[in-house]
Structures are given as structure tokens and as C-alpha cells.
């Protein structure tokens, strides 16, 4: 039985557009792990290269696959389904040869009749579509339906719940790229409809049906020159509306994507640049009215690749890839409920992750694949969400062998299927593989430094007679730590933080670390000062300047007074990590096992001495630092502020010292000073 909680490739041109624990603090409903079969099935012929893979599902069980693969002269559409719990292994050809076919798309009713749309390559790019018969098991003959005097391009096909399709594509009006439309009700294509301007180009068309066949298209537009935005226009009720730009003023926005529920609500997700940064951005259509743009990322920070699923009624999923601040993409999440969009989660954290898909059902459930990027090598993961909860990420490809541009379909709620292209070492072939919800064991770690006990609820964790456990997954687990005499308890680290009762589920292998210091551990330690020195009363700390002993065990509850005495030219200023700081004195309590402390001194501000002097004599100073020759007329010192300088005037012989001027007076030889701003003094010698 099943258990519900209740509750890029980098993107290349218009085609494309350390490990997550996903832990619940505190009591929760169970959560079922999506357990993959062990080892995907090659579904394209061996061979010839083959490229990006789609899948759709039906919610009945059933997958459909679409690629393209070479022959060794065109590229062939060609198709897989999965149903009866397996794959087909003899994929079907769909396009005939002697001609290229290239970005394929299938779409899959509830009784398992498909409808694929791909672009074949001509004098004029057409847009075909081909019809699987689920009586017959066979493909039947392709038919055009793009307007062939004129290119085509970007097909995109949904099916709604009374078997009727919607083909969506581009088509050149000798003038301009539009976007068009082609509905398949009754057995028989209608004519094309038009649904974007006229006078702009529109590209990278997508489209979202739900049963009723109601449907959004969103799109890319652009004048021809630099800037783009987000195009979008709902049909419902048998009427077209207002197209609306969903986009900002930016006027560089691309890579729309759209999902819409059973209760219409419509989300559109996008990739806009705010200044030199790519934001993903959203807006929702609700009641026949858009709502503000939400940024779903951080505005510091590039995004990529949007993706968004329905998962209920009045919410989604996005996912999207990220750079994160030390430049590494990731891939991020975040799901939206009754028009509010919930945390940030990240599915990977220290390798670069690229390409994500999505895919959900209308039970909250959904499941997201991408693929990361290791030093050898590239794999595809996925993660299964339900309940608000991301499960521990999966590696779903063979680990020895590359793979990249995942898709993932949920034709049950509680099953999915993943495609993607994987390298065999002679082609890029494409692998599929299936999942399940179903409950899995995982085990719980707990490890211990210093000397105490941590037992668990319900039992099984006994440190120190045994610090392992397994529970099923969804078990809520409670740890608690009990102290030995003259030991203290300090907390948690790992799966738990804190120092209270450490409450988890089990969703995944986790590790816990319970800290207990003896008291008379409890100690002090100084970062080494540069430019001054601390000790300590009682005798243990002399730190810096040349000496070492920055770090001393007083013992628990000691009371310890620290004094910090700058170096010759410089000041203290301030304690970081000090209780009771009063200038250059520290007072404190041992509190902590570590008690981290920093003093931090400045240089003291010097000024320039100038001594402006006639020839026939030289002018030096005490102490050292000022000497003004016999022939050298300007001459200076930086000293440090209020230093006390005695300037000594020496004639040549047969010459005399007549006086000082500026900050000296008088004809002796010496003349005494105060550094505490720029002093300027004047000396003349006959």
C-alpha cells in the first residue's frame, strides 16, 4: 500500500533552453522513496547515434519515447512504449527515409493512442505528425500539416481528455516567424489558426492542455533586433483571449514554459535578465487575469533552464539550474500553492548540475531528473517529491558510461519513467528506466565524542552498545542524550543541530553526531595577534609577538581576565568573542568547551615632518628617520602621531645657522617638536 502525505547542456542557442539530505524535523506523515529498477534499458538501436529523447505519459500506466537516430544517411523519428511494465525494445520508425527528422514530440491519451510531431528538413522545413493505433500497434502513414511553400519549425502536441490533439508550431509568413495552431477533433486536422502577431517573430512555442481542452500557448517574440519577450494567449470557452506580455521592460526574456491544472489556474516560468543577471521569473493566470511577475531566483545570482509541472489543483513545481556564489550550477526548486511559491531547495550542491525536467501528477506528487557533472564523468539523477519533501537524490544512468538530456514522464501516481542519451563508448544511444514509489530501509549513524548516552525511540540506538540502526522509511526517530558525571552535554551535528531532542524522519540514509565534552576541557583559544600580545589571569595565555600559548584548558565555570598590550605604533581597538569587553582588558566565564576570542590592533596615523632648508648645512633628526643633506633643499619624515622629535641644524664649516622658521622659532641649534599633524619647518644656514 501506498503512503500519501496530506498536507544544460548550458543552454545552446533557441533548441535547448555534496549531496542533498532531504530531512523533516519533527513528527510527519510517511513518505514513499522512488525506487528505480537497477538497470536502465537501451531503447534505440546499437549502432548510429540517436538524440533528444521525450516522454509522455498517459496516467494509465503507459509511457511513449521519441527520438531521432541516425541510419547512417537521415536522421529517423523513431518511438519505444512502455506498458505492461516494460519497455519496447524494437523502437518503431515513424519517418520514412531519405529525409531528416529532428525535434520529435509525442503526446499519449488515457486509452493509449499516441499523436507525435516532429520537423523534417526540406527545401521548406514542414511539420509532420503521425498517429499511433492502439488496436492496430502500428504508426499510421504521416501526414503534413504546417504549410509546405513555407518553412516550419518548433512542433509541440497535447491531447485532451476526449482524445482531441492540439499541434502548436511556427510558421513563416514570407515576412515573419507566428505562431500557429492545428486542433485534431473527430478523427480530422482543422484548419491552421494564426494566435500570434503578425508583424513580430515568435519562436520556441509551448503549450499546456488540461482534459477540458482548455489550453495556453506562451512564446518567445521579437521584433527582428536584440530585444525579446514573453508572449502568451489562453483558449478557452472556444475562444481565443487577449494575448498578454508576460514579461518585464527588460526586453531580454526567453525559454517560456507553461503548466495548467484541472481548475484552469495556468503558471507560465521564464528566464529573464534583470540588469547583467538571468532571473527565473513567473506569473499565474487565474479567473482570465494574470497576477505581478514573481522572481523565483536571487537577483545576484544567474539562473537557467525553467521547467514547470502541475501537481494539483492550484499548484506546481518549478525547477530550474542555478549558479550558485563559488560558480557552480545547481539545480533548484521551489513549488507553488494557492498563488504563494514556497523555499528554495536545492537537489545538488557541489558539482555542476545541468538540464532539469519535470514531470507530476494531480496528486501532488512529482518527480525531476537532470544531469550532474563529475571530473570523469556525467550521470543522470532524479528526485522524487511529495508532501513538501524532495527524497535524497538517485543516480538513475551506469556510472561508467556518459549521459546527458534526461526527460522524465509520471503516467501513474505512483510510478514514472526516465529517458535520456547515453554514450555506450561507440554512440549515443538512449536508455530508459522505470520507478516506483515503494517503502525502502535506511539506516541511522550515530557516532559520539566525549563520554555519554544516546538512546532512541523506537529502539534500536544504544550508543554505547550499538550506535546503527534501520528503519523502514517514513519512520519518525527521536534521539536523546543523557550525560555521565563530569561530562556535558553540547549537541547535535549532522542530520540534527541543536542540543534538545533530536527528531527526524527517515527518508534516507542519515548520519547524527552527539558532542559531550568532559568539564575540565572547557578551554580558551586566541587567534594569534599580529602587532600586539595577550595574556591571561590566571597564568597560561602569552600570545603573539613571538610567543605561542594561545590556547589553555581552565576548566569549566572559570573566571578568566584577558589583557591585550599593543605593540610599539600601534593601538588596540576592539575584542571579538569577548563577554565583557572594557577596553583593552577581556572578563569571561567558561561557558562553552571552546571559547574562540580575537584582539585587533591598528597602526597609529603618522604625519610628515617637511623641513624646508637654504645650502651650507644638513638637518637630521632623533630620533632617526629625517637627514636633509648639505646640498638638498627639501627634505621629509613620516612619524608616528605625538612623537616627541628633536631636529639637530649642522652648518658647513665656514658657514653659520641662522634660525628656524614654521613650526621651530629661534637660532639654536635644536629645536624640539610634536608629530600630530603635518609639521612644516624652515631652516636657513650663511
Known amino acids: 500500500m501506498h503512503c500519501l502525505i496530506q498536507s544544460v547542456l548550458p543552454f545552446m542557442g533557441r533548441l535547448f533552453s555534496s549531496a542533498l539530505l532531504a ?49 547512417g544517411t537521415n536522421w529517423i523519428v523513431q518511438s519505444s512504449f512502455f506498458n505492461n511494465n516494460a519497455w519496447q525494445l524494437k523502437a518503431s520508425d515513424l519517418s520514412p527515409t531519405g529525409k531528416d527528422g529532428s525535434l520529435p514530440q509525442i503526446a499519449i491519451d488515457s486509452n493509449g493512442n499516441a499523436k507525435a510531431v516532429w520537423l523534417e528538413a526540406g527545401t521548406a522545413n514542414i511539420i509532420k505528425t503521425a498517429d499511433f493505433d492502439k488496436s492496430t500497434g502500428l504508426w499510421k502513414t504521416p501526414l503534413t500539416i504546417s504549410d509546405p511553400s513555407q518553412g516550419a519549425n518548433y512542433p509541440q502536441v497535447v491531447f485532451d481528455q476526449s482524445g482531441n490533439a492540439l499541434a502548436v508550431f511556427t510558421q513563416y509568413n514570407g515576412s515573419f516567424w507566428v505562431v500557429q495552431t492545428r486542433t485534431f477533433k473527430n478523427g480530422v486536422w482543422l484548419p491552421a489558426k494564426t494566435i500570434s502577431s503578425k508583424t513580430l517573430n515568435a519562436y520556441d512555442p509551448q503549450v499546456a492542455m488540461a482534459s477540458n481542452g482548455t489550453y495556453t500557448v506562451v512564446w518567445m517574440s ?35 514554459q507553461i503548466a495548467i491544472d484541472e481548475a484552469l489556474q495556468t503558471t507560465a ?4 535578465a534583470t540588469g547583467q543577471i538571468y532571473q527565473i521569473a513567473s506569473r499565474q493566470l487565474t479567473g482570465g487575469t494574470w497576477s505581478d511577475i514573481n522572481y523565483l531566483s536571487p537577483s545576484t545570482l544567474n539562473a537557467n533552464a525553467p521547467q514547470i509541472a502541475s501537481n494539483g489543483t492550484n499548484s506546481a513545481v518549478a525547477i530550474w539550474m542555478q549558479q550558485n556564489t563559488d560558480g557552480i550550477w545547481v539545480i533548484r526548486t521551489r513549488p507553488l500553492s494557492s498563488g504563494s511559491w514556497g523555499s528554495l531547495t536545492d537537489l545538488t550542491a557541489t558539482q555542476n548540475a545541468y538540464f532539469p525536467k519535470i514531470a507530476a501528477n494531480s496528486n501532488g506528487a512529482a518527480t525531476a531528473t537532470w544531469y550532474l557533472q563529475t571530473s570523469t564523468t556525467t550521470t543522470i539523477q532524479g528526485s522524487y517529491y511529495q508532501g513538501g519533501v524532495w527524497t535524497t537524490r538517485q543516480t538513475l544512468s551506469n ?11 509520471m503516467p501513474t501516481g505512483t510510478q514514472a519513467q526516465a529517458v535520456w542519451l547515453q554514450s555506450n563508448g561507440s554512440n549515443q544511444i538512449v536508455a530508459a528506466i522505470e520507478g516506483d514509489d515503494a517503502p525502502n530501509q535506511y539506516t541511522l549513524t550515530v557516532s559520539r565524542s566525549g563520554s555519554g548516552l544516546v538512546t532512541s525511540n523506537p529502539s534500536g540506538i544504544s550508543c554505547g552498545t550499538g550506535c546503527k540502526a534501520s528503519y523502514t522509511q517514513g519512520t519518525s526517530v527521536s534521539l536523546s542524550a543523557s550525560v555521565d558525571v563530569g561530562q556535558n552535554f553540547i549537541g547535535w551535528s549532522g542530520a540534527c543541530q541543536g542540543s534538545g531532542t533530536c527528531s527526524l524522519t527517515m527518508n534516507g540514509n542519515l548520519s547524527v553526531n552527539a558532542r559531550f565534552v568532559s568539564s575540565s576541557d572547557y578551554q580558551i583559544k586566541m587567534i594569534r595577534p599580529p602587532h600586539g600580545q595577550i595574556t591571561s589571569a590566571p597564568d597560561g595565555i602569552v600570545c603573539g609577538l613571538g610567543t605561542f600559548d594561545c590556547l589553555k584548558k581552565f576548566g569549566k565555570d572559570a573566571a578568566i581576565v584577558l589583557t591585550a598590550t599593543p605593540q610599539e605604533g600601534y593601538d ?12 583593552p582588558s577581556c572578563s569571561l566565564v567558561l561557558n562553552q568547551p571552546t571559547t574562540t576570542l580575537k584582539a585587533l590592533f591598528r597602526a597609529k596615523p603618522k604625519y610628515l615632518l617637511k623641513v624646508t632648508k637654504t645650502r651650507y648645512g644638513s638637518i637630521s633628526s632623533t630620533p632617526k628617520g629625517l637627514q636633509c643633506g648639505n646640498n638638498i633643499r627639501t627634505c621629509g619624515h613620516a612619524f608616528v602621531t605625538g612623537t616627541e622629535v628633536i631636529l639637530t641644524a649642522t652648518p658647513q664649516e665656514g658657514r653659520t645657522f641662522s634660525g628656524w622658521g614654521g613650526a621651530c622659532a629661534g637660532s639654536d641649534n635644536t629645536c624640539q617638536i610634536k608629530v600630530v599633524n603635518l609639521t612644516k619647518v624652515d631652516a636657513t644656514f650663511k
Open 23 to 71: 530531512l523533516a524535523l519533527g513528527p510527519t506523515a510517511c513518505l514513499a522513496q522512488w525506487s528505480w529498477a537497477t538497470v536502465p534499458s537501451n531503447i534505440s538501436q546499437i549502432g548510429n547515434d540517436a538524440r533528444i529523447p521525450r516522454i509522455s505519459g498517459n496516467g494509465s500506466g503507459v509511457a511513449a519515447a521519441i527520438w531521432s537516430r541516425s541510419n
Open 222 to 256: 521579437n521584433d527582428g533586433g536584440l530585444t525579446s519577450t514573453i508572449q502568451a494567449v489562453q483558449f478557452r470557452d472556444g475562444l481565443f483571449g487577449t494575448i498578454t506580455q508576460l514579461s518585464g521592460s527588460s526586453g531580454n526574456a526567453k525559454l517560456p
Open 269 to 272: 516560468i521564464w528566464m529573464e
Open 399 to 409: 556510472t561508467n558510461q556518459n549521459a546527458s538530456i534526461p526527460d522524465v514522464a
Open 572 to 583: 588596540f581597538v576592539r575584542w571579538t568573542g569577548c563577554q565583557t569587553p572594557e577596553g
